[in-house]
């Protein structure tokens, strides 16, 4: 029987914040918006590109936040361009792929980046070719949606019983939840475990290693 995990990417395999917020800061000032807080870019981490902006700016038309997601895009690839762009791996993450790859598990991604962002991120680090799926915004509506988590199992021939997430923020929880699958929560990431709990997550991981003992008595096999 197939297992697979299912990894978010910002705040769960790297610490994406400090970029996320720069570009979003250049974008903001370029349009003569307020920039928002580091705190309150933390809050949308984990949508989609347009709709995480909407989160931001309510007051904005549709076409407005369409308008500053390719403002970010364009502040986001300058940033890489000029070597602005830091996405460390969270300490643990490498081992605790090695123990659930070792267990028999297979791994995926479920995010809102981009195909070419998760790409870059994922080869920076050397693990792009330990997922058997990647799933990003740029073929699926926004978490809290199921379609990502669903073709993530769909394309390794998992069910949603012998299926887990791993996310840090509600969004990827209420993925979890809503394709079937236990999510646990990503405690070292950007939302806190009372809302992670409040969302849907069967338990909550302190460090990503604490996943291996949470998967083994929440997860079926």
Request: with cysteine; hydrophobic share 45%; glycine share 10%.
């Amino acid at each position: 029987m197939t297992r697979l995990a299912i990894f978010d990417c910002d705040g769960t395999l790297v610490d994406s914040g400090a970029n996320i917020h720069a570009a979003l800061a250049e974008s903001f000032a370029a349009n003569g918006l307020p920039v928002p807080s580091p705190e309150r870019c933390r809050r949308i981490i984990g949508l989609s590109l347009v709709e995480a902006i909407a989160e931001l700016t309510p007051d904005l038309s549709a076409g407005d936040h369409v308008r500053l997601a390719e403002d970010y895009k364009r502040a986001f690839m300058d940033m890489r361009v000029a070597g602005r762009v830091e996405e460390p791996l969270f300490d643990g993450i490498l081992e605790l792929l090695d123990a659930l790859e070792a267990d028999g598990w297979l791994l995926a991604v479920a995010t809102g980046k981009s195909d070419r962002g998760l790409r870059h991120c994922l080869d920076t680090h050397g693990i792009h070719a330990r997922f058997v799926s990647l799933q990003t915004a740029d073929r699926h509506p926004s978490k809290p949606h199921p379609s990502m988590a669903e073709q993530a199992m769909a394309d390794a021939g998992a069910s949603p019983a012998t299926t887990f997430v791993v996310g840090d923020t509600s969004f990827d929880m209420g993925m979890a939840v809503s394709a079937g699958t236990c999510g646990i929560g990503a405690g070292w990431g950007y939302h806190d475990a009372a809302e992670l709990l409040a969302a849907g997550a069967s338990a909550v991981a302190e460090r990503p290693f604490d996943v291996l003992d949470l998967v083994r008595s929440h997860v079926g096999a």
